[in-house]
């Protein structure tokens, strides 16, 4: 559960690092181009199995504002006279309601990492209940097995002398 996590900028200067986090979200904005270096790092726990989730996207804004831009001229008159609200209080609503939406896919998106990883947990200590009560168990036949035993074998002792001191009578 403990991971390292280091996002690297194109230059070489780290942007996020953070070390034996179960979890977090960053977002940044890629101001360099190149490539930006993202490294998870398990140095701080080689045995424990880990299961590591990680989401990329990149919005690119600069396109869609040219169209959005020819169309709002065309539009902007025809719409006014329409309704009262002008189109860009809807656009502003719109960027609003998508940004919402954003928010929320991303906080459930990492309620969902939490619950798969909580999942992980308990099916982990499922089976060492399981394993510890199973050897439980067994110990627990082999201690009574042994005292059938230990009884069994004083009861034949005593009869066996008994028969032997019969024969001499």
């Known amino acids: 559960m403990d991971i390292g996590f280091t996002l690297q900028a194109p230059d070489g ?47 690119n804004d600069d396109e869609d504002d040219e169209d959005d831009e020819k169309d709002l001229k065309n539009e902007r008159e025809e719409l006014a006279s329409i309704i009262d609200m002008t189109l860009e209080d809807f656009k502003k609503l719109l960027d609003n309601v998508k940004n919402n939406l954003d928010k929320t896919e991303a906080d459930q998106q990492v309620l969902k990492n939490y619950e798969a990883r909580d999942r992980n947990v308990q099916e982990s200590n499922f089976q060492r209940v399981n394993f510890f009560s199973g050897l439980q168990v067994f110990i627990m036949v082999g201690v009574g097995l042994t005292q059938v035993i230990l009884i069994r074998s004083l009861f034949d002792d005593k009869s066996r002398v008994a028969s032997i001191m019969r024969a001499k009578t």
């Open 13 to 59: 200067r780290v942007i996020v690092s953070e070390m034996q986090k179960s979890d977090g979200v960053h977002k940044i904005d890629a101001s360099f181009p190149g490539d930006y270096k993202i490294c998870f790092d398990n140095t701080f726990s080689h045995f424990a199995r880990k299961v590591v989730f990680f989401e990329l996207s990149a919005d």
